[in-house]
């Protein structure tokens, strides 16, 4: 007669209290994630000072480009008011383009 290994019990089956030790009793765990925590803090820092300067440089370039476009519109209108009004009017428009074939574009093969 054999005997089913599934009764069969070893060393390994024997419960022990070895994986259960409290986590606050080990004080080094502790100090790792409070070490870890600093330097993600430190991290972040740096990411903060780094997004705050670009964007103080996108605002300042945003207040030149309005300063460029302010400019040019009045450099434009100034020109709109030197040119006589019938000039204005007298603009060339641009000639119609051609009427397209209805069949569209074939190719022969």
Do not use: F, W
Not at 23 to 31: F, H, I, N, V
Not at 48 to 63: G, T
């Amino acid at each position: 007669m054999a005997i089913p290994k599934s009764n069969i019990r070893g060393l390994q089956d024997i419960p022990t209290l070895s994986g259960r030790v409290d986590q606050t009793s080990l004080p080094y765990k502790a100090y790792m994630k409070i070490a870890c925590l600093e330097m993600e803090k430190a991290r972040r820092g740096k990411e903060r000072e780094s997004a705050s300067y670009r964007v103080k440089n996108i605002d300042a370039r945003v207040e030149e480009i309005e300063h460029e476009k302010a400019a040019l519109l009045q450099a434009q209108a100034e020109l709109d008011k030197e040119r006589p009004t019938d000039a204005r009017d007298s603009d060339p428009k641009p000639e119609p383009l051609p009427p397209r074939s209805a069949s569209g574009l074939r190719l022969r093969y």
